[in-house]
């Protein structure tokens, strides 16, 4: 009986094994998309750029000119892409800019739920003016 029992106890936890913790995904950085990086242009100041991009994830003493924006995603523990874009000044104007972007963000506008009273009033008052004209 007693072996028996361990048995049972070491199968149960032999298939423990392979149970994994839950990993969360991860995004880190400045999430640049396409439609951000078409509105920034040659000659924009530095403050113009903050604005438009964010602040920047890493400033460089070294490179006080370059600002480099870096964003990665993880999902379920393992990178799933990395992304850099960098911005080039001379004083305070951009005089470069370049590489890689996520896609650009879709402008959907959602209609607000209408209201069904509202919408009935509507109907109704479009049946009254048809009504009230001559055919």
Same mark, same amino acid.
């Given at each position: 009986m007693r072996t028996l029992l361990?048995?049972?106890? $070491?199968? #149960?936890?032999?298939?423990? &094994?392979?149970?994994?913790?839950?990993?969360?995904?991860?995004?880190?950085?400045?999430?640049?998309?396409?439609?951000?990086?078409?509105?920034?242009?040659?000659?924009?100041?530095?403050?113009?750029?903050?604005? $438009?991009? #964010?602040?920047?994830?890493? &400033?460089?003493p070294f490179h006080a000119n370059r600002w480099d924006y870096i964003y990665f995603a993880s999902k379920g523990g393992k990178q799933e892409f990395d992304k850099r874009y960098h911005v080039l000044f001379e004083g305070d104007r951009v005089i470069g800019m370049g590489g890689e972007t996520l896609e650009a963000?879709?402008?959907?506008?959602?209609?607000?739920?209408?209201d069904p009273r509202a919408a009935a009033k509507a109907a109704a008052r479009e049946a009254g003016a048809k009504e009230g004209q001559p055919q």
């Open positions: 361990i048995a049972a106890l $070491l199968t #149960g936890l032999a298939g423990c &094994s392979y149970l994994t913790p839950y990993k969360l995904d991860i995004p880190q950085g400045n999430a640049i998309t396409a439609d951000q990086t078409a509105k920034l242009k040659l000659g924009m100041s530095r403050s113009q750029v903050r604005f $438009l991009l #964010g602040t920047p994830l890493l &400033s460089d963000r879709a402008n959907v506008t959602e209609k607000a739920p209408e």
